[in-house]
């Protein structure tokens, strides 16, 4: 199974592509998709969904996996990276591959063992899964990785399908 793994951000957008056989990994591409500051929101966008439309044609991935966000915070930077997190899960969904979401903490329990793990320990395990050298230096893209191994350990759950939290309440009900 090949899996595209996308940490959004609509400046800084990490993707990693790896492929997942008979419980071994092998790393295929991983890497940052940069938009600058001063550009039209909307053109930073556009150049979000090209090159992920490209690395999808490129790499024919089986399945997606995005992080889902959390910001507690600066609403400003939320809802640009919810933007680009939409047109992201929207390339996916046009490139007709199954989408699935994982919080922080999901994706630093299934590459650590704990939820609570640090961007070194999950860069750390991230070398050790992979067989990498070294860890990747951007947090991004490894951030993008270690969202694809999440979706590797996890496999094909529907509980995981890209929903948006906010469409479902407690046991799965949608809200009225």
């Known amino acids: 199974m090949i899996i595209i793994g996308i940490d959004p951000g609509y ?13 071994h990994f092998r790393t295929m ?27 999808i044609a490129r790499y024919q991935p089986d399945v997606m996996a995005v992080e889902e966000l959390f910001f507690s915070k600066n609403t400003t930077t939320a809802i640009g990276t919810a933007q680009a997190r939409g047109v992201i899960i929207l390339t996916g969904a046009k490139a007709g591959i199954p989408v699935y979401e994982y919080t922080p903490m999901q994706v630093k329990l299934a590459v650590t063992g704990y939820g609570r793990a640090d961007k070194n320990q999950v ?8 067989h990498l050298d070294k860890a990747p230096k951007v947090d991004d893209a490894s951030d993008a ?16 399908k890209a929903v948006g939290g906010y469409q479902f309440g407690p046991g799965g ?4």
Do not use: W
């Open 145 to 160: 990785l270690a969202i694809a191994i999440c979706q590797a350990h996890t496999g094909l759950i529907n509980d995981n």
């Open 123 to 130: 860069g750390q395990m991230i070398k050790i899964l992979l």
């Open 173 to 176: 009900k949608t809200y009225s």
């Open 29 to 55: 591409d991983y890497g940052v998709i940069s938009t600058k500051a001063g550009v039209p929101f909307e053109l930073r966008l556009l150049t979000i969904f090209q090159q992920i439309e490209a690395l």
């Open 11 to 23: 400046a800084i957008t990490g993707y990693g592509v790896i492929e997942y056989t008979a419980n």
